[in-house]
């Protein structure tokens, strides 16, 4: 079968935007190359998720690779992902050149090969993520996370996330409630059960999104903690929980404080990742005004995560 290659230039701080948007038209697959990614990569003290050279390096940007079938209008696809990148703008966020360039492949070309180079990872003292296909020994008291990329939208590996994964491990309370706004993969709802938490509720807009989490929480066995639907963040979310995590844009972070404030216990924590480190103050601010107070900020190459708390009323 053939399938065509979508390929974005943009910038590293709209990459994830970028792969949302091509797995909501459709994509078979997603692949993320961001220098900046490499180099976290590089420097991870627990290993290596995939064998890293610099022929995968691009020389500017980062550039997003989506994979569509022969069936697909591919020129509307390219008009309508040029369209989407413009509105990036809306939100603050810099689509860089927004070049969408265009190939022909064979599914064996990038369906199966790639495979060799990813292999189990250690994100946090306890977590590894693992490909499914690959064999892997956990040590005493390490958790493992099952994921096949190939068939989602993020590896886990992205820093934004590995900073959710780090600070879910220091901060969740043993038999936390949690909920995991813009779950995508549901790899944060996935650690936060392996971690300890009593119920995890998982939330994602796209409908594509929900389907994968599904699929990925049956396949870590963890269905009966874990629990997925289409929701709009917050929007309608009743009852108390321990800790919110977000994963997700700087904006749509500051939109959903007021909701995260709601739902909490508490001392409950609230875990915001997936923002740009030029607008990591702006948050901060937005959470302190609603009545939040900052426990910890860490920054990794570009990107920030703040863990808030709701105090004692």
């Not at 994963?247 to 997936?274: E, H, Q, T, W």
Request: include cysteine; glycine fraction near 6%; aromatic fraction near 8%.
């Amino acid at each position: 079968m053939k399938w065509t290659e979508i390929a974005v230039w943009t910038t590293p701080e709209a990459s994830e935007a970028v792969s949302e948007l091509l797995t909501r038209l459709g994509a078979a697959g997603v692949a993320i190359e961001d220098p900046n990614d490499i180099e976290g990569v590089r420097r991870n003290p627990y290993g290596n998720w995939y064998e890293v050279t610099d022929d995968l390096l691009p020389k500017e940007g980062a550039r997003v690779s989506a994979y569509f079938s022969e069936l697909v209008d591919i020129s509307s696809f390219v008009e309508h992902i040029k369209k989407e990148l413009d509105s990036f703008k809306e939100y603050g966020l810099d689509p860089g050149r927004g070049d969408v360039e265009t190939r022909e492949v064979d599914e064996e070309d990038w369906a199966n090969a790639w495979k060799q180079f990813f292999k189990p990872v250690r994100v946090t003292e306890r977590l590894t993520i693992k490909p499914t296909w690959e064999n892997y020994t956990p040590a005493p008291g390490e958790q493992i996370i099952e994921l096949d990329p190939g068939m989602a939208f993020g590896t886990g590996t992205h820093p934004t996330t590995v900073l959710c994964l780090r600070m879910l491990e220091k901060w969740m309370p043993a038999g936390a409630r949690v909920v995991d706004v813009g779950t995508g993969t549901a790899v944060l709802s996935i650690a936060a059960a392996k971690l300890g938490a009593e119920h995890v509720l998982a939330l994602d807009l796209d409908p594509v999104a929900v389907k994968v989490a599904k699929e990925n929480v049956a396949q870590n066995h963890e269905e009966n903690r874990v629990s997925v639907r289409t929701n709009d963040l917050l929007t309608g979310v009743e009852g108390s929980f321990s800790l919110v995590v977000a994963n997700i844009l700087a904006d749509i972070v500051a939109r959903m404080i007021p909701d995260a404030y709601k739902v909490l216990d508490n001392n409950g924590i609230f875990i915001a990742s997936g923002i740009i480190r030029e607008k990591a103050n702006w948050v901060m601010d937005q959470m302190e005004q609603y009545g939040f107070k900052m426990k910890e900020v860490v920054e990794e190459n570009d990107w920030a995560v703040l863990v808030a708390i709701k105090p004692v009323s």
